[in-house]
């Protein structure tokens, strides 16, 4: 079953902007976490946000966790041609198990 | 360099076949998961382990099952392969604790059933 929900499926933005993508779910959850996935290839850990924090940095890249909105969000500041791929968001609510969503494709043309 | 090894990128098959996907992983972790991924479907999660010779089903393990005797190696086995499970696979490790460091993922297989 899915948990995780990302918004939007697609985005496309030229290098430099920034990009934001949501992700909603639905039960409660221990922490919640993003990754990236170029294409065809495995997935690699972004970055991860526990339930009772709001807010993280990491670079480039800042989550914010809202529990009462079951929501997420990954902003990936001064995008560039490199940060192409897919984004996506996984909850783990019970021990070591992450569930994934559907993931957002972002192309960031140069 | 800490990593999950998938023993091979691309796999074909033929209708029937038993075949065996294998994943090592030199991290010493006790957990490892396989999970198939399909355009717009995501990852779902086949089976899991949480130690040597453990096995829990996941969201969609029909058709599967899975063999895990020693702790860095997790092998997932299609019984008799269909072409609804040409797909790609994917293998992760993590240690133990909640998710809560994140997972290490192979480069996956991508397994075309004819």
């Known amino acids: 079953s899915q948990q995780g929900e990302e918004d939007p499926q697609a985005l496309s933005i030229q290098e430099g902007e920034n990009a934001t993508m949501n992700c909603s779910y639905k039960?409660?959850?221990?922490?919640l976490q993003w990754y990236r996935q170029n294409s065809g290839r495995g997935l690699v850990h972004l970055i991860l946000?526990?339930?009772?924090?709001r807010e993280k940095h990491s670079g480039r890249l800042r989550v914010t966790l809202d529990t009462s909105k079951k929501s997420s969000s990954l902003l990936i500041t001064a995008s560039r041609a490199a940060d192409t791929a897919s984004y996506f968001c996984?909850?783990?609510?019970?021990?070591?198990?992450?569930?994934f969503g559907q993931g957002t494709i972002l192309t960031v043309h140069p | 360099d800490v990593k999950v090894t998938q023993s091979s990128r691309y796999l074909v098959k033929r209708t029937g076949e038993k075949v065996f996907l294998e994943c090592v992983q030199d991290?010493?972790?006790?957990?490892m998961f396989w999970y198939r991924q399909d355009p717009g479907l995501g990852l779902r999660l086949i089976y899991f382990?949480?130690?040597?010779?453990?096995?829990e089903k996941g969201d969609i393990p029909e058709g599967y099952s899975v063999s895990r005797e020693k702790k860095e190696r997790f092998s997932l086995i299609l019984e008799s392969a269909s072409t609804n499970q040409t797909s790609m696979y994917l293998c992760?490790?993590?240690?133990?604790?909640?998710?809560?460091?994140?997972?290490?993922f192979g480069s996956g297989t991508r397994l075309t059933v004819v």
């Open positions: 992760a490790s993590s240690s133990p604790g909640q998710g809560g460091y994140g997972y290490t």
């Open positions: 039960t409660s959850i221990n922490n």
């Open positions: 946000i526990r339930s009772n924090e």
């Open positions: 996984a909850t783990a609510s019970s021990y070591g198990k992450l569930t």
């Open positions: 991290m010493d972790h006790e957990n």
């Open positions: 382990s949480y130690d040597v010779k453990m096995k």
